[in-house]
C-alpha cells in the first residue's frame, strides 16, 4: 500500500531557528513530490521535485528529494512567525492523477 | 490570491437537503480534483477529473455526486448527507508538466460544511 509519513507531527521553535521537515514515503513507481504549506484555509504550494539531489530553494526555504532512500526534507531558516503552519507533502505515483498525502507537520513559531 | 474559486465559503444543511459546491478555474487546467479535509487532518481524494470525464472515484458514497459541465467548472451535488460528511471540501487543479503526467495541484479556498 502506497504510504507518505512525515516527521515530526508538530515543532515549536523561536523566531531566528531553522527546522528541518520530514517527508519519508513507499509509493509504486514514483513520479513527484510536492511540498504545500497550509494556514487556516487552502493548502499554498511550496515546491516540487521529481528528481533526485537537485534543491528547490525560495527564499528562506529550501526542500531536496532523495529518490534512492525515499525522503524528502523541507528545510527554513530564520524562521517567522508567519511561518506557522501544517506543512503537507504529498507524493504521486505515475501513470495517475493521485496524490497521496501525508499527515503533515504542525510548526509553530514563537516570537 | 488562489486562481481556483470555490462557493459557497461556508454551508450548513440538514441531512435531508440538496445543495452543490462549486468550483471554477480559468488556468486552462484539464484535470480538477475535489478533496475531503477533516479537521487535524491531511486532504483525502474523494474525484479526479480529467477532460471533463471521471477518472478517478475513491469510492465515494453516493450521496456525494460530481459533476464536471466544462473544463472549467466543478460541481459537487449534495444529498442525504450524514453528520460525519462534515467538513472542509477542497477543490483543485493541475495541469501537465514538463517531463511528468501532471504539475502541481493548485488549491481553492475550500467550503466549509456543516451537516446538521
Known amino acids: 500500500e502506497d504510504k507518505v509519513v512525515q516527521s515530526p507531527l508538530s515543532l515549536v521553535v523561536h523566531e531566528g531557528d531553522t527546522v528541518t521537515l520530514n517527508c519519508s514515503y513507499e509509493v509504486t513507481n514514483f513520479r513527484s513530490l510536492l511540498w504545500y504549506k497550509q494556514e487556516k484555509k487552502a493548502p499554498t504550494f511550496l515546491f516540487m521535485l521529481?528528481?533526485?539531489?537537485i534543491e528547490k530553494k525560495s527564499g528562506r526555504l529550501s526542500s531536496i528529494l532523495d529518490k534512492k532512500e525515499l525522503f524528502s526534507i523541507l528545510n527554513i531558516t530564520a524562521t517567522q512567525t508567519g511561518d506557522s503552519a501544517i506543512y503537507l507533502c504529498?507524493?504521486?505515483?505515475?501513470?495517475?492523477?493521485?496524490?497521496?498525502f501525508g499527515t503533515g507537520t504542525r510548526l509553530k513559531v514563537l516570537a | 490570491d488562489t486562481e481556483v474559486t470555490q462557493t459557497p465559503k461556508h454551508l450548513v444543511m440538514g441531512m435531508t437537503n440538496k445543495k452543490s459546491l462549486k468550483c471554477e478555474q480559468h488556468?486552462?487546467?484539464?484535470?480538477m480534483y475535489w478533496y475531503k479535509q477533516k479537521a487535524k487532518k491531511p486532504p483525502e481524494l474523494m474525484f479526479v477529473?480529467?477532460?471533463?470525464?471521471?477518472?478517478i472515484n475513491e469510492s465515494v458514497p453516493s450521496r456525494f455526486s460530481p459533476e464536471c459541465p466544462n473544463s472549467s467548472l466543478l460541481n459537487l451535488h449534495l444529498h442525504a448527507l450524514q453528520p460525519e460528511d462534515s467538513a472542509l471540501y477542497l477543490c483543485?487543479?493541475?495541469?501537465?508538466?514538463?517531463?511528468?503526467?501532471?504539475?502541481?495541484?493548485?488549491f481553492g479556498e475550500g467550503s466549509r460544511l456543516t451537516v446538521l
Open positions: 521529481t528528481s533526485s539531489g
Open positions: 477529473y480529467s477532460y471533463e470525464k471521471l477518472s
Open positions: 488556468m486552462g487546467h484539464r484535470a
Open positions: 483543485a487543479s493541475s495541469h501537465r508538466a514538463a517531463g511528468v503526467r501532471t504539475g502541481e495541484l493548485f
Open positions: 504529498a507524493v504521486g505515483p505515475s501513470g495517475t492523477y493521485k496524490y497521496i
